[in-house]
């Protein structure tokens, strides 16, 4: 079958798999969209590139599946540069395929329309990746090493620019080409004999568990019990074993949860990259030193970053199993010194301090995001960086696996809570997703609101409005600074959600006003016979 590489490119992502693109076409891309209008994929088409990639961004963390991309070369693909980033700080896999000018004109600066220096170069600072695809027989190799990547390595963006002299050329597709074209899921299981042991010769277990365990929460509430081992959960990792007398769902940066770890003999990270971000976020370089430190990452550069006693690379669900298994085969039974009471009481009594220990405007906080979470179990609370997202960074405990991330933390861009909720929508179109955004932040983004107008998505935006950037404000004042710059003027949310053709509801931040504003929600969503988005602004 002869096609071209765009129509090619198309039917190598359909048939591994890929439901939707995030786009926006443009006369550099047009040739990658010959083919989309027959193809099963749905295409969304954003309002800004840096919309394209959160969207992406929130779609792959709920689906588990790479967000795609297609961007135009220069402006489009350095708009995007800003949720590569956050893709990668976060290890989110995202596909994101550019036009660049014609093969024979790149690097000389003759003042082509969209044309940079080296796009191929400045994409490499920030994708995992970056391939140019300059002839025919490089497409599917590049495809294949794509999806290879993010199935057997870290995952995060990964970026392909095709020339649009490229683009339109004759392509000869073997239909089976496309269908055997690898994805292995499988991870090589290192040797756990060492870890085992040392695991079942210690009497106080910690464990650290980051955003890679978000897909292994049975395997990792398993080893736990086993171990009678509290597990302390990153921000990446909320909602994992919820409620479970085990959990701390507290950030490390907490004194009573660096106490907790302090007194361990022995601490298991699984898929954390230990960022300051999470350990250390009041950078006051208290973080106490691990004991008998065991890491586990499917990457080898993250585990040379921090020196450990033992280091096991692999996908962390599958070095847990051998883990648990190679420990039950050294005792069936958890040895005596694993004891479970004790090890209830310490995970609750670090709990108790945890959340004694935070601002009591904080604790407030946290008592509204439990509020969200009760009135929509399962529901999937995408945030942005604003007061309430910071407050559930610290301590907040999530109901189900993956159903709580955000941008606060790591990168830490500002406007990715509307987009990002649209993309979980996508993914899950049957649970509730509720994005939590500040004044400040949705001025980055609401332009995108209209997207999930368009697509009929019945997301529920929690505007927090403080009338500024309050957080930046307070920390300017904290260190004698005069503050300056924190003061934009937000526009009128209930005219902007009317322009949007989109419900309004108002409360205050007092938890019995939200808790109205969220039941009154409930019912317009209910009562609707189309799907459509709605807004509640908090008026703080």
């Known amino acids: 079958m002869t096609t071209s590489i765009g ?10 798999g890929v439901e939707v693109i995030f ?19 749905r295409h969304i ?62 690097g000389l600066g003759l003042g082509h ?35 290879e990547g993010f199935s057997n390595k870290r995952p995060g963006p990964v970026h392909i620019q095709i020339p649009i002299d490229v683009m339109g050329l004759d392509f000869e597709l073997l239909t089976d080409q496309i269908h055997e074209a690898g994805h292995s899921t499988e991870s090589a299981i290192p040797s756990v004999e060492s870890a085992a042991k040392q695991l079942a010769q210690s009497n106080k277990i910690v464990i650290l568990a980051g955003g890679g365990t978000r897909h292994a929460e049975a395997s990792l509430t398993q080893l736990a019990e086993y171990l009678s081992a509290p597990v302390v959960l990153t921000s990446n990792a909320r909602g994992l074993m919820h409620q479970h007398p085990l959990c701390v769902p507290a950030s490390p940066s907490l004194q009573a949860v660096r106490e907790l770890i302090a007194e361990a003999d022995c601490v298991l990270a699984l898929g954390t990259e230990m960022g300051s971000t999470d350990y250390d976020m009041y950078r006051n370089n208290e973080f106490p030193p691990l004991k008998a430190l065991i890491r586990v990452d499917i990457c080898p550069q993250q585990l040379a970053k921090h020196p450990a006693g033992i280091c096991l690379q692999g996908d962390t669900k599958s070095v847990l199993e051998s883990l648990l298994q190679r420990l039950q085969t050294l005792s069936p039974t958890p040895p005596a010194s694993f004891n479970k009471s004790q090890s209830h009481q310490r995970a609750e009594q670090t709990r108790a301090d945890a959340f004694a220990e935070l601002p009591e405007n ?43 991330f955000h941008a606060a933390t790591g990168y830490g861009a500002l406007g990715y809570g509307i987009p990002a909720a649209i993309g979980a929508a996508l993914a899950a179109p049957e649970r509730q997703v509720i994005c939590i955004t500040g004044d400040g932040g949705a001025q980055f983004s609401f332009a995108e609101l209209m997207v999930a107008v368009q697509e009929q998505l019945p997301i529920i935006f ?25 003061d934009p003027i937000p526009p009128s949310f209930e005219y902007l959600a009317k322009a949007c053709a989109m419900p309004y509801l108002a409360c205050s931040a007092e938890r019995e006003s939200l808790e109205v504003a969220l039941g009154e929600g409930k019912k317009v969503i209910q009562a609707s016979d189309r799907k459509q988005p709605i807004m509640i602004e908090i008026s703080v």
């Open 362 to 404: 904080y604790r407030q906080h946290i008592q509204l995001l439990n509020l969200m979470r009760d009135t929509y179990p399962n529901a999937i609370l995408v945030g942005d960086s604003t007061q309430l997202v910071y407050a559930g960074s610290m301590y907040y405990d999530h109901d189900c696996a993956g159903g709580w």
């Open 462 to 486: 929690i505007v927090w409005n403080n009338q500024g950037y309050l957080e930046i404000e307070n920390a300017m004042l904290e260190v004698d600074i005069v503050a300056v710059g924190c």
């Open 45 to 106: 088409t954003a309002r800004h590139e840096q919309g394209i990639g959160f969207m992406a961004d929130g779609y792959a963390r709920v689906s588990g599946r790479p967000g795609v991309c297609f961007v135009i070369t220069g402006p489009g693909m350095t708009n995007i540069l800003t949720p590569m980033a956050q893709a990668r700080a976060d290890s989110v896999p995202m596909l994101v395929v550019s036009g660049v000018n014609e093969r024979a004109s790149l």
């Open 7 to 16: 129509e090619a490119l198309v039917q190598y992502l359909e048939a591994s």
């Open 23 to 41: 786009g926006i076409p443009g006369v550099h891309t047009i040739e990658l969209y010959r083919g989309l209008a027959q193809s099963g994929i």
């Open 113 to 147: 329309l969209h044309e940079l220096p080296n796009q191929h170069a400045l994409c490499a600072q920030v994708a995992m990746t970056s391939t140019q695809v300059s002839q025919q027989e490089a497409l599917l190799p590049t495809l294949d090493q794509a999806f």
